[in-house]
Nanobody, 126 residues
Framework: VQLVESGGGLVQAGGSLRLSCTSS????????IGWFRQAPGKAREFVSCIARRNVMPLYAASVKGRFTVFRDTTKNSVHLRMNSLAPEDTAVYYCAVDDQGVCGAYSWRDSNYNYWGRGTQVTVSS
């Protein structure tokens, strides 16, 4: 199983980016997909989770209202649309698969996820 993130880059504060997560070996429709990020010198933190059948995506408080997670079932991919980016959003962003397919109270935990991508860098300049 391989997960690949893409779409990161350098953007000015207030700008937008769309991250993508694709996979070989996992049918995304059957899984919950989590997004995490890790800023320099900080622990990896939960960003968002989209469950099987797109039931009630979850968002961290720091990104709610600015980020949107959604699927493209035709391409077996999941995307994270990020608007109103701020310098504090600068981090490496990772996608991860939870093959239980559910987002819930423990979706913030790394250990809930079975597979991880290598990450894509997002840098927001002020």
């Amino acid at each position: 199983v391989q997960l690949v993130e893409s779409g990161g880059g350098l953007v000015q504060a207030g700008g937008s980016l769309r991250l993508s997560c694709t996979s070989s070996g996992i049918i995304f429709d059957d899984a919950a997909i989590g997004w995490f990020r890790q800023a320099p010198g900080k622990a990896r933190e939960f960003v968002s989770c989209i469950a099987r059948r797109n039931v009630m995506p979850l968002y961290a408080a720091s990104v709610k209202g600015r980020f949107t997670v959604f699927r493209d079932t035709t391409k077996n991919s999941v995307h994270l649309r990020m608007n109103s980016l701020a310098p504090e959003d600068t981090a490496v962003y990772y996608c991860a698969v939870d093959d239980q397919g559910v987002c819930g109270a423990y979706s913030w935990r790394d250990s809930n996820y079975n597979y991880w991508g290598r990450g894509t860098q997002v840098t927001v300049s002020s």
